[in-house]
T-cell receptor
Framework: QKEVEQNSGPLSVPEGAIASLNCTYS??????FFWYRQYSGKSPELIMS????GDKEDGRFTAQLNKASQYVSLLIRDSQPSDSATYLC???????????FGTGTSLTVIP | EAGVAQSPRYKIIEKRQSVAFWCNPI?????LYWYQQILGQGPKLLIQ????????DSQLPKDRFSAERLKGVDSTLKIQPAKLEDSAVYLC??????????FGAGTRLSVL
């Protein structure tokens, strides 16, 4: 079983719609959860981090964490063509600062 | 604040040749990571340093890969000899704490 699993997509949404990206993880003791955006040919950049159950909002982005279900999601409201990228979910295990990445979900926002 | 510096940006070699990558982390960041990202996949941790000590190298193919961070600052990752399946982007990242890590631009390696 992989540490972090994501639906590879591709996911296509029209401009202005809500994009929903999902991630599950295997280590129940994981403490920290991150969403990175990676444009083609570029390195990952952090867009959201979440540490406790519930929702965390930052502008058009909302991260949702459910530790009981070992599930973390990212919602992008009012999607823009510039949001087209691969979104990587990363999880940091308890007791360490090692980051495990999913394979990423490719998102395309259609103008 | 300067970011994570990596060089070279691109490298093309033939199989069985050797190659080395260099990384200079953000000043003051004690933790340094090397990741391998194969096209279409997420980054895979190869090795993690805390200052100049190795924290985790469980996924480093030690028969051909080596890495060092002698003075606890910059680091080199070497592949000797390279195989076709080593074609990937090699990402260096650094962090000050357990909160987040910052990535360099990466080195794209093509093994022919």
């Amino acid at each position: 079983q992989k540490e972090v699993e994501q639906n590879s997509g591709p996911l296509s949404v029209p401009e202005g719609a809500i994009a929903s990206l999902n991630c599950t993880y295997s280590d129940r003791g994981s403490q920290s959860f991150f969403w990175y955006r990676q444009y083609s040919g570029k390195s990952p950049e952090l867009i959201m981090s979440i540490y406790s159950n519930g929702d965390k909002e930052d502008g058009r982005f909302t991260a949702q964490l459910n530790k009981a279900s070992q599930y973390v999601s990212l919602l992008i409201r009012d999607s823009q063509p510039s949001d087209s990228a691969t979104y990587l979910c990363a999880v940091s295990r308890s007791g360490g600062n090692q980051f495990y990445f999913g394979t990423g979900t490719s998102l395309t926002v259609i103008p | 604040e300067a970011g994570v510096a990596q060089s070279p940006r691109y490298k093309i070699i033939e199989k069985r040749q050797s190659v080395a990558f260099w990384c200079n982390p953000i000043s003051g960041h004690a933790t340094l990571y090397w990741y391998q990202q194969i096209l279409g996949q997420g980054p895979k941790l190869l090795i993690q340093f805390q200052n100049n000590g190795v924290v985790d190298d469980s996924q480093l193919p030690k028969d051909r890969f080596s890495a060092e961070r002698l003075k606890g600052v910059d680091s080199t990752l070497k592949i000797q000899p390279a195989k076709l399946e080593d074609s990937a982007v090699y990402l260096c990242a650094s962090s000050r704490s357990r909160v987040r890590e910052y990535f360099g631009a990466g080195t794209r390696l093509s093994v022919l």
